[in-house]
């Protein structure tokens, strides 16, 4: 069964999507437009999404994609 699309961290122009499977970058226009949730103005920047990480001592590794914040 294939999992629900969502947005991780947003910048000025796109947001990283995640099935937590693959992962891709989508322009906000796209984003908005096919509603992925959460909302884009409720999404974490990137670089507070990098700091939750490492805040809980996260490390990217070979499951990377699988995301323990998502």
């Known amino acids: 069964m294939a999992k629900t699309a969502r947005g991780l961290y ?10 937590g499977t693959i992962g891709m970058d989508v322009p906000e226009s796209r984003y908005r437009q096919n509603g992925y949730q959460p909302d884009y103005d409720d999404l974490p920047t990137r670089e507070a999404y ?4 490492a805040e809980q001592g996260y490390q990217d590794g070979p499951n990377a994609e699988h995301d323990p914040l998502m």
């Open 50 to 53: 990098e700091a939750a990480k």
């Open 10 to 19: 947003r910048t000025p122009w796109w947001a990283y999507v995640t099935d």
